[in-house]
Structure formats: structure tokens, C-alpha cells
């Protein structure tokens, strides 16, 4: 199965605002970064058929389309999970049966093969869902063909997410699926991983390690 990711993604001067006692001025070019990485990943996935990212930011519209990413505006402008109904509904408007994943813009450090190893799992329930390396929050939701998406994304997701009956996905080795980036020790956290180019060029000489 192969599966189309919807990413949200919200104007850059807006994003990853608990970024800036890390980030300072630099969050918006972070913000992008991220999404750059996270797109340019997933389109190299063989369990992704293509990327949808939902976003009224013509930086992040142009910069995402350069990478193979078909862009949605956010018509609902109504927060993140209104957003990533709108990008299913667009999927599914053109392809019904199209399996949908909504997925987190923030993960500069994704791998392919651990994506495809979480997509692979996925396919075997209606939903599913992946939790947030902190265990409380989620990076990926999926539903496959006739399962509504029903996406629950923002604080004590995981919670909502299994209360909505989606299975939760117990998975060793996909920690690069799991860590998301709101913070500095987030951050410091993707780049003791490994981050994509973009996330490498944008932090270099932003944090240390340890």
C-alpha cells in the first residue's frame, strides 16, 4: 500500500512560537527547515505515493513545491485539525479510496525506511497512530481506504486518538517518526539523531549537543 501524507503547516512567522527562547528571529527559517526535511523524506519513502501540505504561506508553498509536494491553501483557517480534514477531503476528492496519513511538519530528523516500517504497520487496522517521542502527544495518524482520518492533533493527543479508536503502533526503531521539534531540547534531541540538509544549514551554530 502506498500512502498520500497530508502536512499541515502554518504561516512561518507563526510557527514553532515555543522555539523562540532557542531560536530567537531565526524560528521562521527553522519552521521552514523542518518542513523542508520532513517533505524531502517522506516524497524518498516507497510506502508514500505522494505529499500534500496544507499551508496559506507562499514561502513554504514555493519552497515545498520545489520538492515535489502539491500544496493545498488552508481554506478552513480554522487551527491544525480542520486543516488536515481539508488536505483528506482534497486527497479524496480526486482519489476515494486513496489511503491517508496526517503527519507533522516538524520532524527534521525523519528517515525513509522508519517511515515505510510505520506505514507498513499501519496498514493492517482501519486508524492508526503513532505517539510523540514525549509518549503524550502523536506525529502520525492514518486511515486507510474508507476509514475517515478523524484527526484529534494538539495536547494529550494520544489520549484522543486511541479514545477515537484508533490502534496505537508499539514500534522499536522509528525514533526519527517520533521526534517531533517544539522546543530547544527537542531540537537538540533531532540533531544528536541526525537531521536533514535543511535543519543541518539552519542550526549550524545554534545549539550545541551534548
Known amino acids: 500500500m502506498q500512502w498520500t501524507l497530508v502536512i499541515p503547516l502554518k504561516p512561518l512567522v507563526r ?77 479524496r476528492s480526486l482519489r476515494p479510496a486513496a489511503p491517508v496519513v496526517a503527519m507533522n511538519a516538524d520532524l527534521p530528523a525523519l528517515r525513509p525506511v522508519e517511515l515505510a516500517r510505520v506505514l507498513t504497520a499501519a496498514a493492517a487496522f482501519p486508524r492508526a497512530f503513532l505517539p510523540d517521542a514525549a509518549g503524550i502527544g502523536t506525529t502520525l495518524l492514518c486511515a486507510a481506504p474508507g476509514a475517515e482520518l478523524l484527526p484529534a492533533f494538539g495536547t494529550a493527543s494520544r489520549a484522543r486518538h486511541t479514545a477515537s479508536g484508533a490502534a496505537e503502533l508499539f514500534l522499536d526503531g522509528v525514533d526519527s517518526v517520533r521526534q517531533d521539534v517544539d522546543t530547544g531540547d527537542d531540537l537538540r534531541v533531532a540533531l544528536a539523531l541526525g537531521v536533514g540538509p535543511y535543519t543541518a544549514k539552519a542550526t549550524t551554530g545554534l545549539l550545541t549537543v551534548d
Do not use: I, Y
Request: charge should be positive.
Open 15 to 91: 510557527a514553532k512560537s515555543r522555539l523562540a527562547p532557542a531560536a530567537g528571529g531565526l524560528r521562521p527559517g527553522l519552521a521552514l527547515a523542518f518542513a523542508q526535511d520532513t517533505v524531502a523524506a517522506a516524497g524518498a519513502c516507497r510506502a508514500v505515493r505522494d505529499v500534500v501540505v496544507v499551508t496559506d504561506d507562499a514561502r513554504a508553498a514555493r519552497e515545498l513545491t520545489a520538492l515535489g509536494a502539491r500544496v493545498v491553501p488552508d481554506s478552513p483557517r480554522a487551527g491544525l485539525n480542520a486543516a488536515l480534514s481539508h488536505g483528506a477531503a482534497s486527497v
